[in-house]
């Protein structure tokens, strides 16, 4: 699970497994004064419930296609803001997730979270990306809807053979090492299957823990199962 970070100027903070599908976000880009400012062609995020010993907490996944003149690399710091709630998170090369897929590079962060953990506000946020010059853009999204009245996708793991449970749409099995990090994800088996099945060997001689998540695109929202022990 990503490390907890306090967020600024609310009542907001933060705390992934897996960076998510590519997919525009509706809002327009606008941008700072200036030929040097950033871009952001797309924006993608998720609600997410995600277990916990005190019980399950929604939380946020925010990822944006960031692209700069002198480079990904002089972006310096993204941020995520709902002004209604006054919730800010502040990310940066210390806290963020970085991914490149093809010509893109994805920056953001999972499991992005309110100081008390309650549901998070419905309604529009945006994304705003700061280079090194002190130019930015912003792009705007829309959280809609209730969580989806589904139950936590689950899976047990016996004798090196796994097998999920789930009613979501889509359902992958992921992956953890002895740190707790991610190591890989693979779409869940339909019935029971090895580790060395789903994952090969290399991975599986590393993994430590394994758990389910189902995801529902229409609804942009995913749900984390327990993680259990893959020996």
């Keep these: 699970m990503a490390e907890n970070v306090r967020a600024e100027g609310g009542p907001g903070s933060m705390r ?21 400012a950033p871009e952001l062609p797309a924006v ?41 709630a006054r919730l800010i998170w502040k990310l940066s090369e210390a806290n963020w997730t970085r991914k490149t897929d093809g010509g893109d590079t994805w920056i953001g962060a999972a499991d992005l979270v309110r100081s008390d953990y309650s549901v998070l506000p419905r309604g529009e946020y945006r994304v705003m990306a700061i280079d090194a010059a002190g130019e930015s853009v912003e792009r705007g ?11 936590p996708p689950s899976i047990s793991c016996a004798g090196g053979k796994l097998r999920t449970t789930s009613a979501w749409p889509e359902t992958l099995v992921l992956a953890y090492d002895a740190a707790g990090l991610l190591l890989a994800s693979r779409p869940a088996p339909s019935g029971e299957a090895s ?27 995913g749900y984390y199962s327990q993680r259990t022990d893959a020996r």
Excluded: H, T, W
């Design 16 to 36: 992934m497994s897996r960076v998510v599908a590519v997919a525009l976000a509706a809002g327009l880009a606008a941008a700072s004064c200036g030929g040097k």
């Design 44 to 84: 993608e995020y998720r609600i997410e419930m995600r277990p916990s010993p005190a019980g399950a907490y929604e939380s946020l996944s925010v990822f944006a296609d960031v692209k700069d003149q002198n480079g990904s690399g002089d972006i310096v710091e993204l941020r995520i803001v709902e002004d209604e």
């Design 141 to 151: 999204f829309k959280v809609e809807g209730g969580f989806p009245e589904r139950a």
């Design 195 to 221: 580790v060395e099945e789903v994952f090969g060997g290399g991975i599986a001689a590393k993994i430590r823990e394994l758990a389910a998540y189902g995801y529902d695109p229409g609804a942009r929202a």
